[in-house]
Structure formats: structure tokens, C-alpha cells
């Protein structure tokens, strides 16, 4: 399961009935039985208007302005023909968008506007999900096969645009969604919400440190590697006649090449500091809201089908096969104090070549320079951040990942968020 599966995943859950007392309000179920994209945004619409007198409707119109970011980037991405990399490098863009055999051509200013949009409608949706207050009574009960999301603007959401089968599709490492997915059932709470509010978090830093840069050189020289048929500047000459379906060793290996260009284009000047800046405090913002998920987590006495259970909670989850116990929970926190002091700046980051200074990560979001991916690796571009002071050692971070067991610390990091 991957970080942005999990995500999408939850995020089209909570489109599901919520429970709550008080005056009547739209019914979220719509949102969840809805076969059209028209259908969908009738109802959401109305749960945003109930949504600052209701907590339920509050709780369910953030989840929806979530599901409906994620649909925005899907359908841009599409629109162009996006073909996804599968790369860690590229986390944004990861959705198993259709193939769309006549794209349209996509621009610089195109692909940012995409961009923005996503930022924009993620903003929104942390926006409400914060208005649910903390003790609300929320519950929902879920069956992941029956949530949809439009991949492909076609204003219908089929069976194979459920978020079981595009986990199902994420999980195999690509290709199409399968509508035959196996099902998951979960039922959802409060502290759930916390959860989904610092995903909302963790991708308007990443699209923020994005459109913090002018990456245009990049995009002209390498973007014909996701978009092969959208008219790119670069596509006449490096893209195979076949656009790279036709599976042949020529059509991989054009492929890694422009994947080697595309890193060495990460040479982004800086065009929107504040960006960079919002960057880091969406990142905090994510920590502070991990905490409100494990307090609110911890003070649950149920135990029904839980999307992230706590120690207390006993029974490994359907989704990852792991059970939490109270060494994984300590660990996690330790973790979370650990990535708050490196983004405060209280302690520095470790760099291979250096052993005497650290990076100061606070600066680095706060006083941005160009940023140049492989000079960070290798030195020059981080030596404006460099500091004496407390650094990050191994063997902190080894720790925290022995209190994780077999499973690792990545895989419930992914999890946990």
C-alpha cells in the first residue's frame, strides 16, 4: 500500500454517511451512490452550505473537497495524456490516469494551473475538515468497491474508478484500475478526520514547493517523458513514432533517459518565496495534526473496524496486515519530534560529505535560494544552510526504526502519516 493509495483511498471514504445529532442536513450518502460527477457535486454543494451549523455535514464536505482535488489533478493529468512514471521521485503524480488517445497539448503555464487548482481545492477541504470540532460524534461505515472517483472527464465514475480498484491498480505498480478489486470495509471517525486533514497538508507542501520554482526548463526538456503525445517541445525529436507504447527496448530506455534529464534539470530558480515558505508550515501543520489523530485514537473504547487502530485496539488491520502496539505508537512520536526540531531548526541534518555542520532545514524552506536537485546531493547548493549545532545522528534514526519490528518504519509511515 502506498502513501498516495492509502490517501485516496480515505479520502473517497468519507463520502459515506455520518452520524451526528442536531437539524436535519443533506444526506452524505449521495455522495457515495452518486454515478455521475454532476450528481456528486449536487450534493456536495449543499453540504458545504449546511456544512458551518453541522459538524456531520462539516466532516463529509471536507472529505469531498479532498475527493474532489484529487479528481482535479486526475483530470488534468489526463486531458494531456499523462503516462505515470511509478516514481518516488515524481509523488504527485502517481494516479492511474486512463490512457487518452487524442490529448490535448499542454503548455508550462498549462501544467501549473493544474497545479494550483489541486493546491487550491486541498486548502479548501483542510479548511473544513478543521471546523468539525474535536468531540464530535462521527461515524461511518464503508465498503471501498462502491466509492468513485472520474479519471478520465467523462462524468460518469465506473465501477473501475472505485478506490479499491485504483489501491488494487497503485499496489501492482501500474496499469489500469481493475473494477474486479477485493473488497474493504471500515467504519470512520473523528480522528480519522485528523488523519485525512494531514494529507490535505503533506500535498499542499509538495505542490506548494513546486509552484515555489520556475521549473520550465525542466518541463520543456524532460516533460515529454509523462506527457509523450501533448505537443511538448522536445516531443518531434526524442519521443519514439509510437509515442513509447509499442514495448520495445528503444521505447524503455528513452524513458530512463529522460528521467536522467529531468534530474539534472532540477535547477529551479525561485519565483514565489512565500510558497516555500507555506511549504514548511504545512509540513508542521501535518505534525500537529498526527498528534490530534493519536490522542483522539488513543481515547477511543471501541474496537469496529478500524482504519487506524490504536494499542488498545487489538487485531491487525485489513488494509496493512499489521497490528499497532504501544512500542510502534512511542516510536511514531519519537519520529514526529524528530521532523518537528529538523523543520524548527533545533537540530540539523546530516550531510555525507560534512561531518562537523549540519543543514539547517528551517532556513532552507524560510531564506529559499535556486534549488538545484543534484548540487544539494553533492554539496554546493546546501552550504548556504549550514550550521554548527546539535546535528541528526544514525543511530537516533535507527532507533526509532528497531521499535518499528519486521514491517519497517516506511511502511507505517505511510500508514500512520
Sequence with gaps: MTRFSSLLAFALILLLPVASAGAASPEPAALFEAKTVADRN????????AAPGDPAS?????AGQFFTALEILAGGLHRHGFESPQSFMLPLMRLPVPDNPNPEPLTYDDFRAILVAFRDRLQKSAATLGSVPAGADIGMEVDLTRLGIDLNEDGQIAPNESAAAIMAS???????????????????????????????????AQADFWLAHDFRTMFDGSFHMLFPRAKLPLQDTLVPPDGGMGGSMLSSEWRLADFISLVHLVNWPVVEPERRQAARRHLMEMIRLSREDWKAIRAETDNDREWLPGPQQKGASPLTG?????????????ALDMAEDLLEGRTLLPHFRIADKGINMKRFFDEPKPFDLVLSITGPA????????????????DQIQRQFGGAGFLTFALWFN
Design 42 to 49: 449536487s450534493t456536495l454543494t449543499a453540504l458545504e452550505a
Design 58 to 62: 462539516a466532516y463529509a464536505a471536507g
Design 170 to 204: 497503485l499496489s501492482r505498480g501500474g496499469g489500469a484500475p481493475d473494477a474486479a478489486a477485493p473488497a474493504l470495509t471500515f467504519r470512520f471517525d473523528r480522528a480519522d478526520g485528523y488523519w485525512l486533514q494531514g494529507y490535505a497538508e503533506f500535498l499542499m
Design 322 to 334: 499489521l497490528e499497532v502496539g504501544e512500542e510502534q505508537v512511542q516510536a511514531w512520536h519519537a
Design 382 to 397: 546546501i552550504a548556504p544552510y549550514l550550521e554548527s549545532g546539535k546535528i541528526l545522528t544514525g543511530e537516533e534514526f
